[in-house]
């Protein structure tokens, strides 16, 4: 992981999860008829042995790109 004014740069380990997840339309939404649910991809990356000091890595990310394999979630 890169430095950043906040941060020196160290080595972290991260395990990555994926999975697809639809988001229906709420039910007291205005006009329902007029919206679709939205299907996304979703990720989550976390770091397996995070540093005594500071705070672990722990991304959650939403996407419309398509994940089918590691590559194309890394």
């Known amino acids: 992981m890169e430095r ?3 941060r ?5 380990t ?4 994926a ?3 639809t988001i229906e339309v709420p039910r007291h939404h205005k006009q ?3 919206c679709q649910p939205v299907t996304l991809n ?3 990356v976390e770091e397996d042995i995070p540093p005594t000091q500071g705070t672990p890595i722990r991304w959650l990310l ?3 790109l398509p ?8």
């Open 4 to 6: 950043n004014p906040k």
């Open 8 to 12: 020196p740069a160290r080595r972290a």
């Open 14 to 17: 991260v395990t990555v999860r």
């Open 19 to 21: 999975m697809q997840v």
């Open 32 to 34: 329902p008829q007029q």
């Open 42 to 44: 979703l990720l989550l």
């Open 62 to 64: 939403l996407t419309t």
């Open 67 to 74: 994940i089918d394999s590691f590559e194309q979630a890394w």
